[in-house]
């Protein structure tokens, strides 16, 4: 990797770092030029905008969420043991020290989702590949008659996505010390209903 990639590299991972403090909309090519002790015109000489630097941003969350998440789970035997790893590193992905402020996409989802352009394009995507990825994992469980045939592997991971939305809120907001308690019993129940009987 050339000088210049790793350059670009470094300022997407600290700028990760600082979105998920401050917010896309609180992120600026001056503030995150002030973190990194860089010119403003030579960190726009990466970015070129705001909005090319949001867009950038995701993009970059997505590819740690992959490397940190997805990726390790999917090493994981095929079935529940695959969901129970994404689970346990979903919740581990909002506390992490990456995520200084809780998970980026939450918090991205808040500030853009009545706001039509490159970055809502961008986090809806991510999104939307990631509900993908749920359900499909979802569907391997039933493959493998750890799941019952008639669950829905879509609405699995709809209610699955729900649960770590209601953790971030109920730890993110309300200090919920029972957030992380709370969260497992669900997660818990949702798959004692999708089980096959002789599971």
């Not at 999917?74 to 689970?87: H, Q, T």
């Not at 506390?95 to 394009?121: H, K, N, Q, Y």
């Not at 939307?128 to 699995?156: G, K, S, Y």
Request: overall charge neutral; proline content about 4%.
């Amino acid at each position: 990797m050339r000088k210049g990639e790793l350059t670009r590299q470094a300022i997407l991972e600290r700028a990760v770092r600082l979105a998920s403090r401050v917010g896309l909309q609180g992120l600026t090519i001056g503030g995150l030029a002030d973190e990194l002790q860089l010119s403003k015109s030579g960190l726009f000489a990466h970015f070129r905008s705001k909005a090319s630097l949001e867009v950038e941003v995701l993009e970059a969350a997505t590819t740690l969420f992959t490397e940190v998440v997805i990726r390790p789970a999917l090493a994981r035997p095929r079935g529940e043991a695959r969901i129970r790893a994404l689970f346990e590193r979903w919740l581990d992905w909002g506390r992490s020290a990456a995520m200084e402020g809780g998970c980026i996409f939450v918090a991205a989802a808040a500030e853009l989702d009545d706001t039509p352009g490159p970055a809502r394009d961008a986090l809806v995507q991510s999104q939307r590949d990631w509900m993908d990825c749920l359900a499909q994992t979802a569907r391997t469980a039933i493959n493998e008659r750890h799941f019952r045939p008639d669950v829905d592997p879509e609405q699995f991971a709809f209610e699955l996505y729900g649960i770590m939305l209601v953790h971030h809120h109920a730890a993110r907001l309300m200090r919920d010390p029972q957030a992380e308690q709370r969260s497992r019993r669900a997660f818990e129940s949702l798959l004692n209903a999708s089980r096959a009987l002789s599971s």
